[in-house]
């Protein structure tokens, strides 16, 4: 089954690669930096203190056991992953997970604590800065609606809306 995605005509810019760090709006030095396999555990730790409010689409997961196992899918080898610290502390993950008609599915995720600061930007541009190292084309996402925050974020570093089915609005970005 072929999907009636679009992507935009032109490519995006250039976005920063990883590892970076940035100054969030709290004054925060943030590290984002590829995820590694060392780094599991505290992905898990943040997702368990994630705010229920906060979870779209069933994600991240609630029940630690659960969140192993997405874990497990998202930090696959063929998907890529950036995580924010704040010093020896998870608090932000953005990923891009393949689909089956050569593009990528993007999610991201920020602690309450650290959303509004930055962070989301600075996560978002530096997996957009892997993806074109890695040679990604496209990548896709979907987002509530009424998350004018998130869509705001995603038209402000060159994302689209490509699609406005039910509750959500699918957006989408050409890398290369």
């Keep these: 089954m ?20 940035i100054t ?11 995820a590694e396999p060392d780094d599991r555990d505290a992905l898990v730790e943040m997702y368990s203190a994630f705010d229920p409010s906060d979870r779209a689409q069933g994600i991240p997961p609630v029940k ?16 890529l992953n950036v995580i924010a610290w704040d010093g020896e502390d998870a608090v932000g993950h953005a ?23 930055g962070i989301g930007t600075g996560l978002l541009e530096t997996l957009l800065g892997h993806a074109q190292r ?9 987002v509530e609606r009424w998350n004018e925050p ?11 809306i490509c699609g406005t089915e ?9 890398l290369h």
């Design 24 to 34: 969030d709006r709290e004054d925060r030095e943030i590290e984002i930096r590829v």
């Design 95 to 117: 990923m891009l997970v393949p689909d089956n008609e050569d593009a990528h599915e993007l999610a991201i995720f920020v602690l309450h604590t650290y959303q509004g600061a």
């Design 2 to 21: 072929t999907l009636n995605r679009t992507y935009p005509d032109e490519p995006a810019g250039e976005f920063p690669r990883p590892p970076r760090t």
């Design 134 to 142: 890695e040679g990604i084309e496209t990548v896709w996402l979907t």
């Design 64 to 79: 630690e056991y659960a969140i192993d196992n997405w874990l497990d899918t998202v930090l696959a080898e063929d998907c």
């Design 150 to 160: 998130a869509i705001e974020l995603y038209k402000k570093v060159g994302f689209e």
């Design 166 to 174: 039910s509750f959500e609005i699918e957006m989408s970005i050409r």
